[in-house]
């Protein structure tokens, strides 16, 4: 016999109190969570795979746009008007002046995720999110497939387009075309030293 269950409310937080719960100690200052669609998430500890994905693409994005944009690691991305707060691995600002990060001077131009724990969450929910918040490209780095996947163009709640490429292949950021990244060089080699 089928029986019948109760629907469950969900609590959903906006940014302000997310901020404001982190101020009053009920988020603690270590604790790796981020808000998707007024849901805060705890994120997977971080492995070995992921740190070095993660500083290998910032330090090849900070030396390729330097004096161009502004190269942030795990920098909130508020998105009020989403009831978000994600904490992309890479975050990609149009003002070359870090200063700026948060403030009307700057905007995303390109979010990187390093995904090993995080695939499907990254791959999913998260590509809607930042289409919708009109980020022009988005970019997994999926660790498990060894590929890039790279999503241009955002409307309607999703991309245009998505991309998979290849540790062969080549990528250019659309905001910056003139910069050519090999697709190897944001797949770290983790084998021992």
């Known amino acids: ?107 995303a131009q390109l979010v990187i995720e390093i995904a090993d724990s995080s695939r499907a969450r990254d791959l999913g929910v998260k590509v809607a999110l930042y289409a919708e918040a009109g980020v022009p490209e988005y970019w997994v780095v999926d660790l498990a497939e060894r590929r890039l996947v790279v999503f241009r163009g955002p409307r309607g709640g999703g991309y245009q387009s998505r991309s998979t490429l290849d540790s062969g292949a080549r990528v250019s950021p659309v905001s910056w075309p003139d910069i050519v990244i090999d697709v190897a060089a944001l797949l770290p080699d983790v084998t021992p030293l």
């Open 1 to 107: 016999m089928a029986r019948a269950v109760d629907t469950i409310e969900q609590r959903l937080f906006t940014v302000e109190e997310y901020h404001r719960m982190a101020e009053a100690g009920i988020l603690s200052p270590n604790e790796r969570v981020e808000l998707i669609r007024g849901v805060i998430h705890a994120m997977s500890p971080k492995k070995r795979p992921h740190v070095v994905g993660v500083t290998g693409a910032l330090k090849l994005l900070e030396k390729a746009l330097e004096g161009r944009a502004s190269v942030y690691q795990e920098a909130p991305l508020v998105l009020e008007e989403l009831d978000s707060e994600p904490e992309p691995d890479v975050l990609v600002c149009s003002n070359p002046d870090f200063r700026a990060y948060g403030t009307e001077a700057t905007s």
